[in-house]
């Protein structure tokens, strides 16, 4: 069952969005007004469905979404990349964090000295 809930999901392309903020369910206003019928059927869920996702996509769109059981709860933070299914609007994976391979490290020389 839960096999065949992931393949449905899993359906390139993805939308590439960042998380701008993490609710609780029940601390969110409207959110019983948040859709979330399609969550796993699992005999060890654990309360997936408590989380709200706000969403900024490159496409500079915001989105909430609920976490559909795909994701453990604690284990998204604020600024993460993740992917979402562009039909159901789902979060699907979390994806490496996007930085630049060309800079490693930086390296002060001299502190300014104008005051602001």
Known sequence: M??????K??????I????????KEKD????ENVANTDKLDSADEQNYGDELI?????SRFTIIVPNAG????GVLKVGDLVAISRKK???VELLPSEY???????EVINQPNEQL
């Open 54 to 58: 706000v969403v900024k996509a490159l």
């Open 70 to 73: 795909f994701m453990k709860p």
């Open 89 to 91: 609007l789902k979060l």
């Open 100 to 106: 630049d391979p060309r800079v490693k490290g930086m």
């Open 2 to 7: 839960i096999k065949s809930e992931l393949r």
């Open 28 to 31: 969110a206003v409207g959110a």
């Open 9 to 14: 999901y899993k359906h390139l392309p993805y």
């Open 16 to 23: 590439v969005c960042t998380i701008s903020e993490i609710l």
